[in-house]
């Protein structure tokens, strides 16, 4: 009797095990599913739906590396680089020992990019260093742009130039890079060749703000009035809020005195 008894404890232990696992792992799964949730809807624009899923994500795993990435940037958009800072850090600490190293470079790659934009350039410059002694790591292109627009970022004109450069190898149709040339460029009084990478990209993509802004920019310092107008027209009608209508904005001021 007292077998019987003992079988039937240690089966309901095994039972009371299984349904613990099962239940961990339903709640792993979902917390997978709200993290490309969560990346979805911040890739739409949708940043309290993003948020709301990333937050459930980390409650049904705090381990989950994935959730913990796409919450930092997350952060970083909404400007709260205190919790994004954690969140990369926390995200690197919990990149499961059989990720692929390139996964991981990704992690390193983003989180060298907010570094940077926090103007911590050592810290972003070992992390960026990271990434290119990892031999798996495949995106190459968007590692040395990013580095560029560091580089950028300090005025280090000859290093981002030449980063850019070594991106546009890579990919020629590179947005950034392109419209990175065209900025060095100007910002070395060479407007005909800013201007060149400007149409370099206008073949592949259209205007954005930042571009209409160094047209603005590059026809001024030609004393072109006419497209000065046009694409001033063109920038607060289209992106009325950027910060380079602003800067617009205070040109014109200047010029009117």
Known sequence: MRFIILGLFISLLAACATQTDLEKGNKYKAAEENAKLGLAYMQQGRYEIALGKLKKAITQNPANA??????AVLYDRLDRPVDADL??????????DSSLSSKVAAVRNNYAVFLCKQKHYTEADQFFEMVTQDPLYQSRDRLYENMAQCELNKGNLH??????????KLNPRSRKSLLGMAQINYDKGLSNQAQAYLNK??????????????AVLIEHKRGNAERVANYSIRLKSKYPDSKETQLLKQLEMQGSR
């Open 159 to 168: 290093q981002a130039e030449r980063l850019f450069g070594t991106t546009l």
């Open 201 to 214: 990209l206008l073949k592949y993509s259209t205007h954005n703000a930042e571009s209409l802004w160094l």
């Open 66 to 71: 994935d959730a913990h990435q796409y919450l």
């Open 87 to 96: 969140h990369f850090k926390t995200a690197l600490e919990n990149m499961p």
